[in-house]
């Protein structure tokens, strides 16, 4: 049974950072499309980064463009979030979700195409 495990979250001053991760333990050798989304109490979960089997990258979502990373590990389907100079605004549970779609995965056509979701890893951010 497929399974995704997050890491990484805790809690951080303004202007600092945090590096999620999340390790994929699928049924299968080949690589997945994954995302990362967050969510905040009471609101809808919004995505924030994907990256596609060939490790190509999306155009992340605007509000974390130039503060947050995704990479992959070294292990197949390891993905990372690095998250720099973070904001109180920023503080979510953060999702990683996996795709067992093979074809081009953007941001936002993402949802209906994450069938595999973790659990989740919160990061605060406050002074």
């Known amino acids: 049974q497929a399974q995704l495990v997050e890491s990484g979250g805790g809690s951080v001053l303004p202007g600092g950072s945090l590096r999620l991760s999340c390790h994929f333990s699928?049924?299968?050798?080949?690589?997945?499309?994954m995302a990362w989304f967050r969510q905040a109490p009471g609101k809808e979960r919004e995505g924030v980064a994907s990256?596609?089997?060939?490790?190509?990258?999306?155009p992340y979502a605007n509000v974390v463009k130039g503060r947050f990373t995704v990479s992959r590990g070294n292990t197949k389907n390891t993905l990372h979030l690095q998250m720099n100079n973070l904001k109180p605004e920023y503080t979510r549970l953060y999702y990683c979700?996996?795709?067992?779609?093979?074809?081009?995965?953007?941001?936002?056509?993402?949802?209906?195409?994450?069938?595999?979701w973790g659990q989740g890893t919160r990061a605060a951010v406050s002074s």
């Open positions: 699928s049924y299968t050798d080949r690589k997945f499309n």
């Open positions: 979700a996996a795709s067992e779609y093979e074809g081009t995965m953007s941001l936002r056509a993402a949802v209906p195409l994450l069938t595999i």
């Open positions: 990256i596609e089997m060939n490790d190509y990258v999306h």
